[in-house]
């Protein structure tokens, strides 16, 4: 095991970005997890203002990221042994139901005017639950239909999903918010859980599962954390996602109140921050490729860091809403385009034997810890206000993250 690993010149990720469309198992999927998590991230802005609708409180807003994020630090290490010995598909299937019955669940309670805000609470914590397999099982399952040459691709792609969703899905939400109310955002959602499902049932994986003696999952883990922990590359990129997992990828909590508060537009605009935020992250992971053969992906990490810092400092110190949007599509820009080319960094420098585990850490990194920073923002907030909140932590998030890639020469000088 090499603990600085070489660079590669920029011939070696000469593939085409869209080679992974190449597979038809990856297409079904693709098809399937555009339209599920577009409905998810209808959800997802619907809940936000709903939660503050019910409270005004930004303190709510905390607690609700922290009860769905809060899973992930609890099984994101042992879920990363699970998905390296069982196959993916089959975890995929089961936990994307398991949302989709949480989805209609949330639906019918909002739709007989008996939701409460601990109803919410509960079921984002389940929704959590779930999420803390899916996540590394999505990510495990692209080498699986891809194989390693196109994994690049298949990562880059799956950020395209992640991210098309995210402009999709706010967009639907602000007009369904508008004009029918949140219980349709939630119904909607539950009903794009079944192409997610059909597409995954129908696709045939090759699936690469790793047998162990004894399960044993509190052992492996302790391997992959000292691999991770041994290996200077991987070892800076967990220590950055941990910052921006606690940071600068937190302010989105903030938005409904933000959007209620200092932009006066609580419905139309917190779905125009969320689609800006997404219309933005699509543009970096189409261009992802490019920016890491012509710069190399070192340089990429290091360079994004700045301007999510640049941009959130503008959006938190701005009261115009066209502004606010502008600069939320250039945070949401660099926040992806840095992380997803983090994650292909890791996929690419992390052996099969230890894929599944060193994964999960880096689902526990962004995941796991969100919800602790969540939650401290929330109280931030309910004491001196979203925006003053949001500089705080964008601040804190920039300077420490710059400091963790400026310590690391390996990781600024990957290609």
Partial sequence: MSATPTTQPPSALSHSALSALRFKNFRLYFIGQVISLSGTWMQSVAQGWLVYHLTQSELALGIVACAAGLPALLLSPVAGVVVERWPRRSILIYAQTGQMILAFVLAALTATNTVQVWHIVLLAFLLGVTNAV??????????????????????????????????????????????????????????SFLAAILMLVVIHVQTLVVKHAQFAPMARLREGVAFARHHATLRTLLLMTVVASLFTGNINTLLPAYADTVLHSPKEGFAALSTATGAGAVLAAMLIPVFGRRFGRGWVVTVMGA????????VALTSDLTMATVFMAINGFALIMQFTTVNTLIQSEVPDEFR???????????????????????????????????????????????????????TRQLW
């Fill in 134 to 191: 899916d996540a590394p099982a999505r990510q495990i399952i692209i080498k699986d239909m891809v194989g390693a040459e196109n994994l690049p691709s298949g990562i880059a792609l799956n950020a395209i999903i992640n991210n098309a969703s995210r402009v999709v899905g706010p967009a639907a939400a602000g007009l369904v918010l508008t004009q029918i109310g949140p219980t349709w955002c939630f119904f909607v959602n539950g009903l």
């Fill in 356 to 410: 599944g585990r060193v994964l999960s850490l880096y689902t526990l990194s962004w995941f796991g810890l969100s919800p602790f920073g969540a939650l401290i923002l929330g109280v931030v907030a309910q004491g001196i206000g979203a925006p003053a909140a949001i500089l705080i932590y964008t601040l804190i998030g920039g300077v420490l993250g710059g400091y963790v890639v400026l310590r690391s020469r390996e």
């Fill in 307 to 314: 301007f999510t810092l640049l941009s959130g400092v503008v």
